[in-house]
DNA sequence: CGTGGCATTAGAATAGTTCTAAAATTGATC
DNA sequence: GATCAATTTTAGAACTATTCTAATGCCACG
């Protein structure tokens, strides 16, 4: 990149300094994922995320989304959240929320309450550390 | 079974009222099942309770554990809990309460602390019913 | 410009679960 | 008790999401 004004224009320059700012090395394939994912606050599967990272002209491959959505989550970009039955999304609203999984759609939605107190690491079993807190409610539609 | 007294005495006699009080048909295999997973209160994978069933000398099918399992978490006599990660574990203790889940060791722990408060069900996504609503708090061993 | 180390890749392997089609069991009926 | 329809059980194949493997590619630095 030639300067500064080209750095603002480039779409690719946003992804870039999210990435550094977390000491993640900056590769093709995680600014092209970064981009996508923080285009808006979503939630996908790393499945998903393959499709659409592929279908915008890029190659790249299963192997290297779940390492990178492995690796995004562990330096807090994004948070990982499990759903049971096989299935992991990613979000990249990191904020204290939960969620609702529909089971018949396979949809993840938001919860706007908040509905779960702080939660006392002094708690925990013995000898561990938190990793994740996932409250999960699963719904299914009325009609089945 | 040839009178009361005897039902009192035979061990299965339990299981069977248990499965009756649900509207549960009663077969060899329910009643197997039944029996182990009531004898103590307990998390259980499928996998965890095919082998156990089946090194009490009898012999029940993968598919049937499932099955079973799926039948008695849908007529409310388990509680099916989803951890992510591909498993799902059935708990006989159906009262409300969360759990812990150790990544490092499988074991999924309950929770003495009453988290969440009351959810109400007016707040479901449209559309929807309750199916479950799991806390998980995914916990690792500290030395990792 | 060569070397070391990480990143990426395709495809195989794995784990948990569900599906399938056939055989067995059940209770109801003669 | 024999017969029937309906349900349950079964072995093993199929499926799905994910992880592993081993080879290849890429970049930074000397």
């Known amino acids: 990149m030639s ?11 946003e992804a870039d300094s999210i990435l550094a700012d977390k000491g993640i090395f900056v590769t093709n394939q995680r600014r092209l994922i970064a981009t996508i994912l923080f285009a808006r606050n979503q939630h996908v599967t790393p499945e998903q995320l393959h499709a659409l990272v592929n279908q915008s002209g890029a190659r790249v491959s299963k192997a290297t989304v779940y390492n990178t959505l492995g690796l995004f989550a562990e330096k807090g970009l994004v948070r990982e959240i499990h759903v049971g039955n096989a299935k992991t999304f990613y979000d990249s609203n990191t904020s204290r929320h939960h969620h609702f999984y529909n089971v018949d759609t396979g949809d993840l939605i938001d919860m706007k309450q908040r509905l779960v107190p702080l939660f006392l690491h002094t708690d925990l079993p013995e000898g561990t550390v938190m990793e994740t807190a996932d409250l999960v409610v699963r719904v299914r539609n009325k009609a089945s």
Chains 1, 2 share one sequence.
């Open 3 to 13: 300067d500064f004004g080209d750095k603002l224009q480039n779409p690719t320059y």
